[in-house]
T-cell receptor
Framework: SQQGEEDPQALSIQEGENATMNCSYKTSINNLQWYRQNSGRGLVHLILIRSNEREKHSGRLRVTLDTSKKSSSLLITASRAADTASYFC????????????FGTGTRLLVSP | DTEVTQTPKHLVMGMTNKKSLKCEQH?????MYWYKQKAKKPPELMFV???????INESVPSRFSPECPNSSLLNLHLHALQPEDSALYLCASSRGQGALHSGNTIYFGEGSWLTVV
């Protein structure tokens, strides 16, 4: 089952610009994670934010979480061509099992 | 580089064939997963094994049969598949299952591309 949606579906920017992706979800969660996937490859874990956290940073990544609105955002600052990939949010539902449910994804294209 | 290894990287099989996808990890993880991903879609959970026991089956058709021979290995046996089963099959692992392990990073392999003809 699909937990939620990401917005925008696709984003095209120039190197050096910031990229913001939004994720909405539907149910109560333990945490929310962001993954990156290069075309046709496996997923790489980027960052995790727990349900009691509001903001988290990792290098050029900034993630926010608003549990009242059931939404999260991923900001990539000073983007590079190598950031071109699909980005997925994934929620870990509060069911007692660690069961990641992925959002629809945002395809990011960073042009040199 | 991922520490979850999947073989083969590509597989083409007929609808009457029997084949298997294999996954291996040596991180000491006790939870392993199979996900299916169609083109331009998010991954969808198929199966979860916890301590070598099947703990989640997301109503997957019986033509897909998972097997966990030991804590490092996870197989997906394929039989009588349909062309619509063509997809990228992703294996993943994490330290464990359950509330105590909530928030553990899940590590994904590079996937096996399956084409059913």
């Amino acid at each position: 089952s699909q937990q939620g949606e990401e917005d925008p579906q696709a984003l095209s920017i120039q190197e050096g610009e910031n990229a913001t992706m939004n994720c909405s979800y539907k149910t109560s969660i333990n945490n929310l994670q962001w993954y990156r996937q290069n075309s046709g490859r496996g997923l790489v874990h980027l960052i995790l934010i727990r349900s009691n956290e509001r903001e988290k940073h990792s290098g050029r990544l900034r993630v926010t979480l608003d549990t009242s609105k059931k939404s999260s955002s991923l900001l990539i600052t000073a983007s590079r061509a190598a950031d071109t990939a699909s980005y997925f949010c994934a929620t870990d539902e509060d069911t007692g099992f660690q069961k990641l449910v992925f959002g629809t994804g945002t395809r990011l294209l960073v042009s040199p | 580089d991922t520490e979850v290894t999947q073989t083969p990287k590509h597989l083409v099989m007929g609808m009457t064939n029997k084949k298997s996808l294999k996954c291996e990890q040596h991180m000491g993880h006790r939870a392993m997963y199979w996900y299916k991903q169609k083109a331009k879609k998010p991954p969808e959970l198929m199966f979860v094994y916890s301590y070598e026991k099947l703990s989640i089956n997301e109503s997957v058709p019986s033509r897909f049969s998972p097997e966990c021979p030991n804590s490092s290995l996870l197989n997906l046996h394929l039989h009588a598949l349909q062309p619509e089963d063509s997809a990228l099959y992703l294996c993943a692992s994490s330290r464990g299952q359950g509330a105590l392990h909530s928030g553990n990073t899940i590590y994904f392999g590079e996937g096996s591309w399956l084409t059913v003809v």
